[in-house]
């Protein structure tokens, strides 16, 4: 399966999917940050609903690079459900029409770019989702803000529930991106005190095609070498517990939200069932590639690497809240670690 159909087969989940079309049906909705790799899903989804259901929604994808935005959706170029808006988000954001919906996804990608930009990375984030929470007080429109479970910081719980929140050191740069997320929420509860109607979403480390080698998150970690030296490295003994959620199911607990969540809460997006320790992860993809793939350690990278020294020894979310509002998740972690190894050419079993 090459990539363009994994993108296809993917859209045709989310679009068939039990979320509540009726409350998107006929409407705008902005998206920032649109040729992200999670947010670039819910602009093939929403339009894969046009053409199949002729939902009739209307995409306004707004993004700084249009060259990048050429690779993902220039084969949209063309229709009258989608526009395409090229922009600095930091930037107040300027549009005549009527929008309804606004998700704020924008922010620098991955580990990596947090820890080079930092900066950047709050900026985007923070002042992005102020611009464009002025313009859904404006608009009158719903506003999602694409949160994380890095939120949380370090807590005792093994399993985080939404009112729940760590320690995170404010003078550790590599916080950057958990306190960018805490101001942005805080944000949409200050405008929600004026009477903008905000939703939040915060999930788990989600797999899928469209990520770039060098993000830094495990999962790519794992791609990348694979790819490069037909073995996983672990950088310890494999102990810490990580909560992963395919694509699809990110997407369709977004668009639930969106629909159906109430104003002035954080909705997890997890899936309990595809949990696993950062080693039986690493057998998972092992055992699911069609050629043998070693799993080797690497111990001595817990004295000189400093995301290792830091990391959170037990990552995952409850996702009751979400659930109650009739989102299910479909994809199990295996069927996940195939699709993403498929699309990046890793052939399985």
């Not at 998107?24 to 902005?30: F, R």
């Not at 595809?274 to 350690?297: G, N, P, T």
Request: contains cysteine.
């Amino acid at each position: 399966m090459n990539m363009e159909e994994m993108f296809r087969k993917d859209a045709e989940l989310i679009a068939n999917s039990s979320v509540n079309w009726d409350k998107m049906s006929g409407k705008t909705i902005l998206i920032s940050g649109a040729t992200g790799y999670v947010s670039q899903y819910i602009v093939h989804g929403l339009l894969k609903r046009n053409d199949l259901f002729h939902t009739n929604v209307k995409i306004i994808a707004l993004c700084r690079s249009k060259e990048r935005a050429d690779l993902r959706f220039s084969r949209y170029y063309a229709r009258e459900d989608f526009e395409l808006l090229i922009q600095d988000v930091q930037i107040p954001v300027a549009i005549e029409q009527e929008v309804h919906y606004i998700i704020h996804t924008a922010s620098p990608a991955g580990l990596v770019n947090s820890n080079i930009n930092p900066v950047e990375t709050f900026k985007v984030n923070v002042f992005g989702c102020d611009n464009l929470l002025m313009l859904a007080e404006k608009k009158k429109a719903e506003f999602l803000l694409f949160s994380s479970v890095d939120v949380y910081g370090k807590i005792e719980e093994k399993r985080f529930v939404e009112p729940q929140l760590g320690f995170l050191d404010t003078m550790d740069v590599r916080n950057v991106y958990a306190y960018a997320k805490r101001a942005s929420e805080n944000l949409c509860a200050c405008y929600g005190q004026k009477g903008v109607q905000t939703k939040i979403v915060r999930p788990t480390q989600i797999m899928g095609g469209g990520i770039s080698l060098n993000d830094g998150r495990i999962h790519i970690d794992f791609i990348s070498q694979i790819l490069s030296r037909h073995k996983i490295v672990l950088k310890g003994d494999g102990s810490p517990i990580r909560s992963f959620l395919y694509i699809t199911d990110a997407i369709t607990g977004i668009l639930t939200v969106l629909a159906d969540g109430q104003s002035g809460q954080a909705y997890n997006i997890s899936n309990e069932d595809a949990e696993a320790s950062v080693l039986e992860f690493a057998r998972i993809m092992s055992s699911c590639a069609k050629e043998q793939i070693d799993i080797e350690y690497d111990m001595e990278a817990r004295k000189h690497d400093v995301e290792v020294k830091h990391a959170v020894s037990y990552v995952a979310a409850s996702s009751d809240k979400l659930r109650s509002l009739g989102w299910i998740p479909r994809i199990s972690l295996e069927d996940a670690c195939r699709n993403m190894m498929n699309y990046y050419g890793i052939e399985t079993k």
